[in-house]
């Protein structure tokens, strides 16, 4: 079955119930206020609300595991009559708890909680990382770094679906053990992705939203853009993602990312009048 039968691109929410993510990290930290935050981005459009309790940043601390499930649980258990819940972790008791809690999609950083997706017959992320969070992005090295992404989210995608996983994204994981010459050749190639991904009854998830190597784009020989200061990439990168077969983007802006969807979908998707 096809991740995203028929469906107008859909954008994923990121909420992030940390004291260290690389954007919002500290925001959300407080149940009540992280609970309204996915509130909000439900009402701003999200298709999904993403919650996580461990950055991935490079060289982030691991999280003990009770503490991530104090974090994400009742986040989930609150948003989940509401809106549909991810839940970002690595962690198979984790996934396993914020299933039970009412999440429906494991987004695996670690592609390796395939059987546990199978097991609770949920959707999964196949993510594209090398290395770890903490050493990622020491030295990256690839041969062919679009050849060898595209082959391993493939296959782990492959293996997701033989598995009988209900729902399967592929994500190239920009950002995740990539120069930002990585991440720019895998975006040039993401149609191609799309495509395999689409054969397979899969689908392409991006997420390039405030990332680092967005503020050195077009900026040679000026200070690179500080994180606060990468909507513009975000929206510029989320569209030409959208634009090349993703179906979903996985984004900390979500009224700006749903805005620039539609209009960069075209004239048919406005759903305001065009001034003449
Ligand atoms: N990026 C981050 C975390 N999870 N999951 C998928 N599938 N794809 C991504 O690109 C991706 C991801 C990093 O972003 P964020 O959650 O904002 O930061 P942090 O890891 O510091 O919490």
């Not at 940390?18 to 609970?35: M, Q």
């Not at 490079?58 to 009742?74: F, I, K, M, T, Y």
């Not at 895998?186 to 009854?201: I, K, R």
Request: hydrophobic share 50%; with cysteine; proline share 5%.
């Amino acid at each position: 079955m096809a991740a995203q039968p028929d469906r107008r691109p859909l954008v994923m929410g990121v909420l992030n119930v940390t004291p260290d993510s690389f954007f919002d990290g500290g925001c959300y930290l407080d149940t009540a206020e992280a609970v309204a935050r996915g509130r909000q981005m439900a009402a701003e459009g999200a298709d999904l609300v993403d919650v996580g309790g461990e950055s991935s940043r490079p060289g982030a601390d691991p999280v003990d595991q009770a503490e991530e499930l104090r974090r994400v649980l009742p986040v989930v258990e609150a948003l989940a009559g509401e809106v549909r819940v991810s839940v970002d972790t690595a962690k198979p008791d984790v996934a396993r708890a914020a299933v039970a809690a009412g999440a429906t999609l494991v987004n695996d950083i670690s592609g390796a909680l395939w059987p546990v997706a199978a097991a609770l017959g949920v959707g999964w992320v196949a993510m594209h990382m090398q290395g770890t969070p903490q050493d990622m992005q020491r030295d990256p090295q690839y041969g062919d770094v679009v050849a060898e992404v595209h082959g391993a989210v493939l296959a782990a995608a492959r293996n997701a679906l033989a598995a009988g996983i209900p729902e399967v994204w592929v994500d190239p994981g920009i950002g995740f053990g990539k120069t930002a010459a990585h991440n720019l050749a895998l975006l040039a190639h993401l149609a191609e992705l799309a495509a395999a991904a689409a054969d397979l009854g899969a689908a392409v998830l991006v997420g390039t939203s405030r990332k680092s190597f967005l503020g050195r784009l077009g900026r040679a020989g000026q200070e690179p853009r500080a994180v606060d200061d990468r909507l513009e990439e975000s929206l510029a990168t989320a569209t030409w993602a959208l634009a090349h077969g993703a179906g979903m983007v996985r984004v900390h802006d979500v009224a700006a990312t749903v805005t620039a969807a539609a209009l960069a979908a075209g004239p048919a998707a406005r759903t305001a009048p065009v001034a003449a």
